[in-house]
């Protein structure tokens, strides 16, 4: 077979058209592979698996007959199965690439049912591919019969462009109205939040362009197999006149060149015949390896994309496997288990840039920021574009109490995506740390308005509500953040601190319970479940909890401050002390353990623990440093006075808290103004409250 001749050249440029195929629907798998990467990793914001999502749109277009079963292969839908099949990933993700996939295929399920026109003609045209089929073995045998004639192979790459042409305007307006479909769906039915939009759209598209790649080369792969057959039996199966000793050859071709001359004479009857020619096979075994080598080249290729695509998985699909995995134990609460499993996502792949984001999630909701921001870097460095990532990078600056830093971030996401609810929130968040409330409302109203499942916009105007003692407003929101999905020890936590407001401490100590439970490495929950105890006045509980709280957490004052105003008022008057200055120590602005050592100081029944010129210095500093003072608080000062012999400035002081303290407390602090005109100094056991 030469390349130049016609025939020859016609079957090489099939043969090259075949790889270009392959070609082509390697990059489609690896651009959708890609794609669902980046998005196979980030949580959708409506938080349904892939297969509770297809099964919540089928239920919703009138299709619940339709089954979603698993497929150990591809994701599609079965048209005359009725049954979508998705794999184990699709299936048990819920991520936002899983949510694509699922949708777009119940897509493909309402096109049938509903008789769109391109899946009508699909379902009536596959018929007619098996009868193209039969024409090209049939052109095959003509082609075998006479392989002189190369309008053999010429019908066949002919009937084979035809195959293509008409799965072209099948599979393409199919594969896009589906992926059409499938975001009205989903739009529809509020799964989808604005933000999320544009990654959604990557995942459909490069999900469609998959399919069309595939079925090209189902069908590319029929024309080079029909074109190899036909060489084969055209080759395998010649006649032995047809290939002579190559002196025959040039005697032929000398014959053709020589002058006509006289007839020969008749030759006669009885002559013996010639001996039989001897068969030089080097010439069709040559044809025969120049035709089998590249098309076994090309039977590889196929075995090994087909084998790659439906067996064996890439480091990088494991990788994407354990992600998927860890963000489901992650949405669960099992924030250490769900670190490991990312890490070992990781391992498996170093530039899965949505690993580093999930598991700068779990990071910061277990408040090692340190950890968190590392990841986000490493997240950014490899895809700089994701807002979300720069949103968090915004509200670990924000917990740091870099303001700047975090604004800088957050308006940055907000620029490049003005409607996204978590640069929203986090730009909330930073307002509240900055105690411009009306600013924060403002942001979480905006966010919840443009995702109503954005669970922490409900939370932190909870925090703004209960702040601005609007206490029936703040636990309608904090409930609604748990409704929608925020299953963290940080919604339970924000509930239970309106219960406190509310003096409802059996129920603030439950939510305590269940942040306890979500995080139990955490010791903020321990330290505010204690506070819960001490105000209910259960000590033992309440000093339980702390103790523990201060092995999780070491460095953090407010447990050591709450220690110790439990321990005052149990009469453990050493301990107080030593937590006070603890307290003051890890944190030298905090205001609270000044105004406990204070009290101790005035108050505390042992005179070895009195100091009135300290009670007096720590009282003044508290007042100082705290940002907003309760009515209480001048109280310690005028208790400290009193301590000190200055009984003109304890009466003063006492008299500016009678005017400011609630009603129910008036009586008592009457009771103590009396004391000091009588210029006595009080003596009592603290009932004072942590803060």
Not at 61 to 73: D, E, F
Not at 252 to 263: E, F, K, M, S
Not at 472 to 498: E, P
Not at 561 to 572: D, S, T, V
Request: aromatic share 8%; net charge negative.
């Amino acid at each position: 077979m030469d390349l130049f001749e016609p025939v020859g050249a016609v079957y090489w440029i099939q043969l090259f058209g075949a790889v270009l195929v392959l070609f082509v629907i390697g990059w489609s798998r690896r651009h959708l592979q890609r794609s669902f990467g980046v998005y196979g990793g980030v949580p959708s914001s409506c938080g349904l698996t892939g297969a509770s999502a297809a099964r919540r749109l089928l239920a919703a277009v009138g299709l619940s007959h339709v089954r979603v079963v698993r497929s150990n292969t591809v994701d599609c839908y079965h048209p005359r199965k009725k049954e979508i099949r998705l794999r184990d990933t699709t299936y048990d993700s819920s991520s936002l690439g899983a949510l694509a996939i699922a949708a777009h295929e119940v897509g493909h399920a309402l096109q049938f049912a509903i008789g769109f026109f391109p899946a009508r003609l699909r379902a009536r045209i596959r018929p007619i591919m098996f009868l193209f089929l039969a024409a090209i073995i049939g052109f095959i045998f003509l082609g075998h019969a006479d392989p002189s004639f190369p309008w053999a192979v010429a019908g066949i790459t002919g009937i084979g462009l035809l195959l293509l042409l008409v799965q072209v305007p099948m599979v393409l307006p199919l594969e896009f109205d589906a992926s059409r479909r499938a975001k009205a769906l989903v739009r529809e039915h509020q799964m989808l939040a604005p933000f999320e939009e544009s990654g959604f759209q990557q995942v459909l598209k490069a999900a469609g362009r998959t399919y069309v790649a595939w079925e090209g080369l189902r069908w590319g792969m029929v024309i080079a197999g029909a074109v190899a057959l036909f060489w084969l039996t055209t080759i395998l199966t010649f006649d032995s006149g047809d290939f002579l000793p190559p002196e025959d050859l040039i005697g032929q071709a000398q014959d053709v060149r020589a002058l006509p001359g006289p007839p020969a004479p008749p030759q006669p009857e009885n002559l013996d015949l010639e001996p039989p020619v001897n068969i030089d096979l080097t010439w069709p075994l040559l044809s025969t390896g120049a035709m089998l080598i590249p098309a076994l080249v090309l039977v590889f290729l196929v075995s090994r994309l087909t084998t790659n695509a439906r067996g064996q998985k890439t480091s990088y699909m494991k990788a994407i496997e354990r992600n998927n995995a860890a963000q489901a134990l992650s949405q669960r609460g099992e924030l250490t288990e769900a670190i490991e499993a990312f890490t070992s996502a990781l391992a498996l792949d170093r530039k899965l840039h949505a690993a580093y984001y999930n598991r700068a999630n779990c990071y910061l909701r277990l408040g090692r920021l340190d950890e968190a921001l590392a990841d986000i870097e490493s997240s950014l460095l490899l895809n700089p574009n994701v807002v979300d990532a720069i949103a968090i990078r915004g509200q670990i600056a924000t917990l740091r109490g870099k303001y700047d830093i975090a604004q800088a971030d957050l308006d940055k996401a907000l620029e490049m995506s003005p409607n996204s609810s978590a640069a929203l929130t986090y730009r909330g968040n930073l307002w509240v740390a900055q105690a411009d409330y009306e600013r924060a409302r403002a942001d979480y109203d905006r966010a919840i308005q443009v995702n109503p499942a954005e669970s922490r916009a409900y939370q932190g105007r909870g925090l703004v509500w209960l702040v601005q003692g609007k206490l029936d407003a703040a636990l309608a929101d904090c409930s609604q953040a748990l409704a929608s999905g925020a299953n963290d020890s940080s919604a339970y936590s924000m509930r239970a601190q309106v219960w406190l407001a509310k003096e409802d401490h059996d129920r603030a100590i439950a939510d305590f319970t269940s942040a306890v439970a979500q995080s139990p490495e955490s010791g903020d929950p321990l330290r505010d479940r204690g506070l819960a105890y001490y105000l209910k006045g259960d000590l033992d509980h309440a000093i339980a909890d702390l103790n523990e709280g201060i092995r999780l957490n070491p460095q953090d004052p407010v447990t050591y401050n709450n220690r110790g105003a439990a321990y005052l008022k149990a009469g453990r008057y050493s301990e107080s002390l030593a937590d006070l200055e603890a307290a003051i120590q890890l944190k030298a602005d905090f205001p609270n353990p000044h105004k406990h050592l204070a009290w101790l100081r005035a108050t505390c029944p042992e005179p070895a623990f009195r100091d009135g010129s300290a009670a007096v210095a720590h009282a003044t500093r508290a007042l100082e440093l705290a940002k907003e003072t309760p009515a209480d608080w001048y109280a310690v000062l005028a208790a400290a006075y009193a301590e000190a012999g200055d009984f003109d400035q304890a009466v003063s002081w006492q008299t500016k808290c009678l005017e400011q303290s609630k009603p129910s407390e008036q009586p008592a602090m009457r009771e103590r103004l009396a004391l000091f005109e009588s210029r006595q100094p009080f003596r009592e056991e603290l009932t004072l409250q942590p803060v």
